[in-house]
């Protein structure tokens, strides 16, 4: 079955703290791997997507992802964080399956509150 | 450039009226449009597939009857929610796809039936 598990609901780090967000897929193809971001009422935004090639994917506002298919995993990180980048993350799974292209799973979500 | 807008941003309709919520791909043409749904503090949900010119495919469990989907255009998809109900209170999300590329995802548009 195809699923994506995000474990945790909610993180609080401190601003200028390092921090990581895990992701867990099950996919039954190739995967294609996405990280989204979602202020309060907003839509979502795309922050970085692995398709293929380098493992280690570099995304906007200084956010990375590195795909380990031995661990199925795709965690998001950042070395230091700001108090703007508190909001829900959404981590995805999507690609060829079924004949159905670019269909999207979506985590649970993790919360992200930063402190000062 | 890759701009989708949804409108309305927020609507409050009355139990067992109907409501139409339009997803416009600004700048490109998308070839494929979806739905989805999101309950508070939850994920986003795929109610349903949808390309131009023909019939939506709706997930497993999604009342095709109940949420219309028209992608009449290759800028334009409405889902419009027959008879709603207050527990088909929710925020509806589309996303539009080019042709082998991701999708690009609106803002949203917040349901509260009463």
């Known amino acids: 079955a195809q699923s994506v598990t995000q474990p945790d609901i909610h993180i609080t780090v401190s601003e200028g703290a390092s921090l990581e967000l895990r992701c867990n897929y099950s996919?039954?193809?190739?995967?294609?791997l996405f990280w989204y971001v979602q202020s309060p009422g907003q839509g979502l935004q795309l922050l970085l997507k692995?398709?293929?090639?380098?493992?280690l994917v570099q995304g906007i506002k200084g956010f990375e992802a590195e795909f380990k298919r031995s661990q199925s995993s795709f965690n998001l990180r950042k070395p230091s964080v700001h108090w703007s980048v508190a909001a829900e993350y959404f981590c995805a799974v999507g690609g060829l399956y079924g004949g159905a292209t670019n269909k999207l799973i979506f985590g649970t979500g993790t919360l992200l509150a930063v402190q000062p | 450039g890759a701009v989708v807008s949804q409108h309305p941003s927020w609507v409050i309709c009355k139990s067992g009226t109907s409501v139409k919520i339009e997803c416009r791909s600004l700048d490109f043409q998308a070839t494929t449009m979806f739905w989805y749904r999101q309950f508070p503090k939850q994920s986003l949900m795929l109610m349903a597939t949808s390309n131009e010119g023909s019939k939506a495919t709706y997930e497993q469990g999604v009342e095709k009857d109940k949420f219309l989907i028209n992608h009449a255009s290759l800028t334009l998809s409405t889902l419009t929610v027959t008879s709603a109900h207050p527990e088909d209170s929710s925020f509806y999300i589309c996303?539009?796809?080019?042709?082998?590329?991701?999708?690009?995802f609106g803002p949203g548009t917040r349901l509260t039936v009463t």
């Open positions: 996303s539009a796809r080019r042709l082998a590329d991701e999708q690009y």
């Open positions: 996919y039954g193809a190739t995967p294609y």
């Open positions: 692995y398709f293929s090639g380098d493992t």
